[in-house]
């Protein structure tokens, strides 16, 4: 046997016992223990060679300043929770130890630094980051009264900690979003922490000051891996603040549910605009461990179950280990787990949601969507992010915008990922992902990678591309975000097919964007029809982006696609993704070119246009996405599609394909005005105006599915007043008479469009 068959069936095993591990029960309060016990005894361990290689490798940063390191903090605090929970005064010993020694660690800090920076004119603060700063505040609170400390000793960490504290008052940050929240908790704690100190009740004001702008109100935030540090901000502030009735909110309960439909296949939440794979993780297991005890909510523990375990594998695999029971998780996530162990509740048994496809959660705060068929690791799941900056705090967005260099982000910490597929995964591989955080300060070149280009989206630009010109260097620029508008039009669970339309609009550049996704649930394919309106009469150019880590083959307007890793991940490589253009008329060019995207270098596939638009013309792109084998070569099912020809060209897409047993078509109405009247009578929308010839069919519907198998005709339609079908109605809206007219003339006969309608109707041959 060779030694490359050895590692592989090393490596499955190692894999099995790890699933296997995993699968036998929840995470109880004793696991929580239990890690946070080896993580104390090897972080201890590991203190004074982490110190020693941050004191040479340390110097001021012209961001942060002063920036002393993490660890001990994390350590300390639980170090400090184990004392409280096993009354082992060598706990506390070892907290003490660090936390006073904590201050010492500015001897690093060059003498003349100080006077570099106006706010360091009266000293250095000793916790230079509002991220550590509760977990010092909580470490002290739990040893104070151990007996291990004598008054010099508690003098100088209650020093430090006061001289931090009224640090913060030179940049109160304020707003919804993490940054804020953070200080708000720091300042709180603080003020529990050293309640005599004459500062105390300055610090409780500012606190209370800046937690009003996220305490039952809308986070102002649009990235995953901020959304955990400013709810996990909110649940600890609430905790040492007494506010339990902020965690009993309609908002709260809205982020519960929402970063609930988040989960993926993949066992982490699905990251979007400012958030790392896999990242922040270990902020979201203690607040729905707090969730699931305080609603009696067994979903919620499901989650924080999920997310554990899954990291957990992760963490034995990249160190080829199999015993999760005994795994080193490190002081950077005990410090969060002494919350899980506090907040849990064990007789709460895990279960997963049994929700499908749906929105996450509506239309005006979370703006997304989700595809899913099942919530297993192998389930499909697609997530769409059509979010944009929004009217809500508009105050603190606008004062991030004139305080930071926030460019290139939609406010905050967003990307310019309106309409863009952030995820599809399928077989437990991942086919399409999102662009990761950004590879430098305060972002990267160009924008990388917040900008348009580095997103599974349609991108505009102005002026014609000559078509010798490089696609990446036409549609680059500084990476600065574009302020647009977005809508739902529609989404759709139907027997057959699941259907969503989200719409852009761009006003200072004078276009609109619609998205229309179809998934062909019992066969696991999309088709993705984007229509592009122009407002304005103008040049543009457009340009359907996916983007990939590895194309596996290309030919023509066909891509074979896979993702082998996302950083360090190392994959499950159980699917590919075929990816094609279907139409590629009237100067369209298909092509590839090199990206950096999430520290690793992927492809960006492309389907582009340029010419002349009037205002009121259409542009579209049609995409199939096809998940399969990654062993299996799909590509004659490809014979199975075709576009069809319409009697609107340029106002519909018609797509029909054929299985063998059955023939179905998707007609989508990409004009959806063109049922409207000049006149401005009631109803205004005409059959005659709207209606679409899609190869048998007929109707004004602005979305249509339809599946013939022998004399049966099933059908999925939405916004409709008709469905003909080789001129046999399928179904016919009946008349009304429609009074009080807008020109005063006498009641009309019209048609009212139904909402959706499914059914399945006997035809002639």
Not at 69 to 83: E, N, S
Not at 582 to 605: C, L
Not at 653 to 663: M, P, V, W
Request: aromatic share 12%; no cysteine.
């Amino acid at each position: 046997m060779s030694r490359r068959s050895v590692r592989l069936i090393l490596s499955l095993t190692v894999s099995f016992v790890i699933f296997a591990q995993a699968a036998q029960a929840q995470t109880r309060k004793s696991d929580y223990l239990r890690y946070l016990k080896i993580a104390a005894e090897k972080g201890w361990q590991d203190t004074p060679g982490i110190i020693e290689r941050w004191k040479r490798e340390t110097k001021p940063s012209e961001l942060w300043g002063y920036d002393a390191p993490a660890h001990p903090i994390y350590l300390a605090d639980l170090l400090g929770y184990l004392y409280q929970e096993t009354k082992d005064k060598t706990y506390a010993e070892r907290a003490r130890d660090l936390l006073a020694s904590y201050g010492d660690l500015r001897s690093v800090i060059p003498a003349d630094y100080p006077g570099k920076r106006v706010e360091y004119r009266n000293g250095v603060p000793a916790i230079s980051n509002f991220f550590i700063m509760p977990p010092y505040s909580r470490s002290y609170m739990r040893i104070r009264e151990s007996g291990v400390l004598d008054a010099k000793t508690k003098e100088k960490i209650e020093r430090d900690l006061a001289f931090s504290l009224d640090h913060i008052f030179y940049f109160p940050e304020w707003g919804a979003h993490n940054r804020a929240m953070l200080r708000a908790e720091s300042l709180y704690y603080g003020a529990a922490a050293l309640a005599a100190h004459p500062n105390a009740r300055k610090w409780k004001q500012l606190a209370e000051t800046l937690a009003s702008d996220s305490l039952k109100q809308w986070e102002i935030e649009d990235a995953t891996g901020y959304h955990g540090v400013w709810i996990y901000s909110v649940f600890s502030y609430a905790d040492i603040a007494g506010r339990e009735d902020v965690l009993l909110s309609p908002q709260v309960k809205f982020y519960l549910d929402y970063f609930l439909q988040l989960l993926t296949p993949h066992g982490n939440l699905a990251d979007f605009g400012d958030a790392h794979w896999n990242g922040g993780w270990e902020r979201f297991v203690p607040v729905f461990e707090k969730a699931a005890t305080l609603y009696r909510n067994p979903q919620y523990k499901f989650l924080a179950q999920q997310l554990t375990l899954r990291a957990l594998e992760r963490m034995a695999k990249q160190r080829n280990e199999t015993d999760l029971i005994n795994l080193n998780v490190g002081a950077g996530v005990g410090s969060p787990f002494t919350d899980a162990h506090r907040w849990a509740d064990d007789a709460i048994t895990p279960k997963a949601p049994t929700s499908g496809s749906q929105d996450v959660l509506e239309d005006v705060i979370g703006k997304k969507v989700v595809f899913r068929n099942g919530w297993e690791r192998t389930s499909t799941m697609m997530l769409l992010n059509y979010r944009d900056e929004g009217d809500g705090g508009r105050l603190g967005r606008d004062y991030l915008r004139q305080n930071l260099s926030v460019e290139e982000e939609k406010m905050h910490h967003g990307h310019a990922d309106e309409n863009s597929i952030v995820l599809l995964m399928s077989g437990g591989s991942v086919l399409l992902r999102d662009a990761g955080y950004r590879p430098d300060l305060p972002s990267g070149q160009y924008g990388a990678w917040r900008a348009d280009y580095f997103h599974n989206r349609v991108v505009a630009r102005k002026n014609k591309r000559d078509k010798t010109q490089d696609v990446y260097e036409f549609l680059r620029n500084s990476g600065a975000y574009r302020p647009v508008r977005t809508q739902k039009i529609d989404f759709l669970t139907f027997k057959d097919v699941d259907v969503s339309r989200t719409r852009l609009i761009d006003d200072e550049m004078g276009y609109q964007w619609d998205r229309v996704v179809t998934w062909v649930k019992e066969q696991d394919f999309f088709i993705v029809v984007d229509g592009v309106k122009a407002l304005r009469s103008d040049w543009f150019t457009f340009s359907n982006l996916w983007h990939t880590r590895k194309v596996l083959s290309k030919e023509a307007q066909t891509f074979d696609t896979a993702y082998d890793q996302v950083q360090t991940d190392i994959l499950p490589a159980n699917k590919s993704l075929l990816l094609h253009f279907p139409e590629n008329t009237f100067g369209k060019q298909i092509g590839t070119f090199p990206i950096s995207r999430h520290f690793q270098d992927e492809t960006a596939i492309h389907q582009t246009v340029s010419s002349y638009y009037n205002a009121g013309d259409m542009e579209f792109f049609v995409t199939i996405l096809l998940p399969h084998n990654a062993s299996e070569d799909v590509r004659a099912k490809l014979r199975q599609f075709r576009l069809l020809n319409t009697d609107k060209p340029g106002k519909a897409i018609g797509i029909e394909f054929n299985d063998g047993t059955s023939q179905s078509v998707i007609g989508v109405k990409l004009d959806l005005e063109m049922d409207l009247a000049r006149e401005n009578v009631r109803p205004r929308y005409q059959y005659g105006l709207g209606k679409v010839r899609y190869g048998d069919y007929e109707t004004d519907a602005a979305y249509l599915y339809a599946k013939r198998r022998g004399e049966q005709v099933s059908y999925s339609a939405s916004t409709m007043t008709k469905i003909l079908f080789r001129e046999q109605p399928l179904l016919e809206a009946l008349p009304n008479t429609f009074g009080l007219q807008l020109d005063g003339a006498a009641p009309r006969i019209g048609y009212a469009h139904w909402r959706y309608w499914e059914d399945t109707v006997t035809v002639k041959n």
